[in-house]
């Protein structure tokens, strides 16, 4: 069995992945990259996803959707299960995004 997840376009932070959806509007994905970042960093890009990211830059290459399956960068906080799985737009953006893990989020302030 594939793991799936609900992309969301162009989400602005990390609240904007944790929605009701259906589960036939979830896509199959596999995690081409894990990019673990310090605290900071990650409640950098968890509290605003329209900035350009030298780290999905330097991965973006290794993300498309073959065959229907999003090959994309899990982008987590060091030592932790949860994270954003991140399929990049024009190279250093995030362009959808979904939540990845089963414990709800602690939404940075």
Not at 44 to 51: F, H, P, R
């Amino acid at each position: 069995m594939r793991n799936t997840a609900y992309f969301v376009k162009k989400p602005r932070r990390l609240k904007d992945l944790v929605r009701p959806h259906r589960i036939e509007d979830e896509a199959p994905y596999e995690i081409v990259k894990t990019v673990s970042l310090s605290r900071i960093d990650y409640e950098n890009i968890a509290t605003d996803m329209t900035v350009e990211r030298a780290y999905i830059a330097q991965y973006a290459h290794l993300c498309d959707i073959r065959d229907g399956v999003w090959r994309c960068l899990l982008i987590q906080q060091k030592n932790t299960k949860t994270g954003i799985l991140v399929m990049p737009e024009d190279q250093s953006r995030v362009g959808y995004a979904a939540y990845y893990g089963w414990a709800m989020p602690d939404f940075p302030q």
